[in-house]
């Protein structure tokens, strides 16, 4: 399924709804720049292997291009314009200084050794260091990305360029230059938007969770539930998954996946497939994983009274129809995993400025912004007698609208 054109459906769905420019709708339907580079990297056997690299910087419309690099074996260009796209309209939805970009590259970094992973990292950067820059484009984290990995493309880019602001790259440790709050961003920033919405949602307040993906935003995600009460229920990495109706104790789990690689062989829990773990009875279903998850085949199987998308594009344009006439809610990943992107936010501010703000001022500019717009698009969604992306939808497109004008 082709990402990008999932994304342009979406588009469509919401002028169905509500009346915008048409010039402005044609120009927000294809990005302003694609860049797709070869980077060669000197083997650890002596050999030499080109990895595809991409950018795609979609709109700058309200400041600078803005989003992450992954390495992915299945990292293609359409998936890397879906996610610019998501990001540009994200970006719009927090009211955050910032437009919409997104990069990757086609690699399995598990089969590369840590020196050819950094090859590949300063390579990317070589390639692309012209059009990039703290008020150019300010890349961040991603799939299989770390702040490992940000640090090698910051330090590349200070040599190629001369700058030392270090606001070029975010996502980075603390220790260079990173915010305070970066790692449990975009997991906290979903917890948040579940949280002030809850009651509107009509859930219990102690409701019952259902986690696919037990990545870093998974993982966070899963943990800040149980900490405020709430009952994980059933969790997955990409490998396996585990089901126990009396609750998982994600710290336990993460300790174990820690120890073996994956979740498989978890004891005494019931095993459970991913795909099963979607159609799981339950209050919250968080996909964290990847695209594609929720679809037209699945959809009319789903249990869970609302879904909180902490993965980018997790459900299809069908599903969501599914869903929406089966009055399942989704808090859109446009709006519910935008936390990452207001710290990262926060962090070239701090960058740029030469300062170090607390995690508590970090958090607490995070949950203003968060629980301000999660009510905006609530709000908006009513008044337009839609679904809650839609909503977001109509509140990214209004802004990005006036800053184009």
Excluded at 147 to 167: C, N, R, T
Excluded at 311 to 335: H, Q, Y
Aim: glycine share 10%.
């Amino acid at each position: 399924m082709n990402p990008f054109e999932n994304a342009l459906k979406q588009l469509d769905r919401v002028v169905k709804v509500k009346v915008f420019d048409e010039n402005f709708i044609t120009k927000l339907r294809l990005p302003e720049r694609e860049i797709k580079v070869s980077i060669p990297v000197k083997m650890d056997d002596g050999n030499v292997k080109v990895f595809e690299g991409y950018r795609v910087q979609y709109s700058n419309a309200r400041g600078p291009y803005k989003g992450g690099i992954r390495f992915h074996p299945d990292t293609e260009i359409n998936e890397v314009r879906a996610l610019a796209f998501w990001m540009a309209l994200k970006c719009a939805v927090a009211g955050i200084p910032m437009g919409g970009g997104k990069g990757g590259v086609t690699v399995d970094p598990k089969k590369l050794s840590k020196t050819e992973l950094e090859k590949l990292s300063r390579g990317f950067v070589k390639m692309l260091h012209l059009v990039i820059g703290p008020q150019k484009d300010v890349p961040a984290p991603d799939v299989n990305t770390t702040p490992e990995i940000m640090a090698w493309m910051s330090d590349e880019y200070e040599k190629l360029s001369g700058d030392k602001s270090g606001a070029t790259f975010t996502g980075k440790s603390v220790e260079r230059g990173g915010s305070e709050g970066r790692g449990v961003a975009t997991g906290l920033g979903g917890f948040y938007a579940f949280d002030v919405l809850r009651e509107k949602l009509k859930l219990p307040k102690k409701s019952t969770v259902v986690i696919q993906g037990m990545g870093n935003v998974g993982g966070n995600a899963g943990k800040i539930f149980n900490k405020n009460g709430h009952k994980v229920i059933a969790i997955s990495d990409s490998k396996s998954g585990i089901y126990n109706k009396d609750g998982i104790d994600v710290n336990e789990v993460e300790e174990y996946k820690k120890a073996n690689g994956s979740l498989a062989g978890f004891p005494n829990f019931k095993k459970i497939s991913n795909a099963e773990l979607l159609e799981l009875s339950c209050d919250v279903l968080i996909p964290a994983a990847l695209e594609n998850q929720i679809t037209k085949n699945n959809a009319s199987k789903i249990k869970a009274k609302v879904i909180l998308e902490l993965a980018n594009g997790p459900t299809t344009t069908e599903a969501d129809d599914i869903l929406f006439k089966r009055k399942i809610k989704v808090i859109p990943d446009i709006l519910a995993n935008s936390g990452g992107v207001i710290v990262s936010t926060f962090e070239w501010e701090q960058n740029l400025k030469g300062e170090h703000w607390s995690e508590k001022k970090v958090l607490d500019k995070l949950k203003k912004i968060i629980d301000r717009e999660s009510i905006n698009v609530w709000n908006t969604a009513k008044k337009n007698r839609t679904d809650m992306r839609r909503g977001a939808f109509i509140v990214a497109l209004d802004r990005l609208e006036k800053s184009m004008k």
